[in-house]
């Protein structure tokens, strides 16, 4: 029985986790969930699965009653999660830069599996978590269905034969429709993957693709030059590898997070079983792929831009912006196209500096969030 803790089990990808691990109860024992807001849902699972250990990431004290359990609060609760549960497998399912200090904490804690869905923490911190992975004998599983695929298909390679890594991307909500009214209920109605609100935002502005090119980039250690991104609409070739000698290796699967969860879970070694639909060969008459527009989705060009600048606070400096902005238009508080607007105003006026320590990365956060409020009241 392997022991898992799932750092955001009430999220889109925490759920998926809890479905496969309950058509594995011999192999999983849940001995740790956190949820930051959604309390109700939180209680079910931890009931559900007579979960030991739980925590409440978030600084407003909860009225929670669940007996026999210990309860924690407050952010570094999910810190001490980590060293109250001990897992063998950790799943940092948290959304943003807050899943970045779990996932050093859990390196420095030597689990030995961490499956990584928190693509946010690669994209401001990746070249620092490969410095803290040197030398341990960590197991990274990303659960990025993208880089699952790569994963599979890299799995019995030699790195130098890869002449291209090609993530596929479904284009979001906007791709070929012509959303004129961009409310949110609109954006976050994705027309192939069912997922949490942030996600969803940044696959209509495509930032979500960015953020992969870059995760791919430190997941895989393969330079900017040997990774390119090709919209494929259907989303069921999820990534493809070509290598020097010709040919093409791909990973298919219909849209469904339940796959790449399992391959993590299984640590690359073992496949699960788990309720996803398997693929129809015959479906595949209708795969089409496109190049992707950068006129139309700006801002993952600028971001490209930025994650090939050596100077790696331009991507805190996004990633910030990012959050803070489409966390307004998630609340209705900006349109969609303040997001665009806004980022691009705070990466031209942003002075880049390479960083190296998690301080500065969160100084550099900090204030770009504080730059862009401000930027928002002159606006
Ligand atoms: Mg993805």
Known sequence: MKKVLILGSTGSIGQNVLNVIKANKDKFKVVG?????????????????????????????????????????????????IELTKPDILVNSLVGIKGLKPLLYAIDKNISVIALANKESIVVAGKLIQE??????????????????????????NIKNIEKITITASGGPLFKSKIKNKTVEKIVAHPVWKMGKKISVDSATMVNKGFEYIEAHYLFNVPYEKIDILIHPQAIIHSFIKLIDGSVLACMFYPDMRIPISYALG???????????????????????????????????????????????????????????????????????????????????HKPKQINSVEEIFEVDNKIRKKVQEELMAD
């Open 267 to 349: 640590c690359g070694k073992e496949r699960i079983l788990n309720l996803a639909k398997k693929i129809d060969l015959l479906t595949l008459n209708k795969t089409k792929f496109y190049k992707p527009d950068y006129k139309k989705f700006p801002l993952l060009k600028l971001l490209l831009d930025c994650a090939k600048e050596n100077k790696n606070s331009y991507l805190v400096a996004f990633n910030a912006a990012n959050e803070v902005l489409v966390e307004k238009f998630v609340n209705k508080e900006i349109n969609f196209y303040t997001i665009h607007k806004v980022i691009k105003k705070i990466i031209h006026s």
């Open 33 to 81: 969930l956190t949820s930051k807001s959604n309390i109700k849902l939180f209680k079910k699972q931890i009931e559900e699965f007579d979960v030991p250990y739980g925590c409440i990431a978030s600084d407003e004290t909860k009225d929670i009653n669940i007996k026999s359990k210990k309860i924690l609060f407050s952010e570094n609760g999910l810190l001490e999660i």
């Open 132 to 157: 803290r992975l040197k030398n341990k004998n960590i197991r990274l599983m990303p659960i990025d269905s993208e880089h699952s695929a790569i994963y599979q298909c890299l799995k019995n390679e």
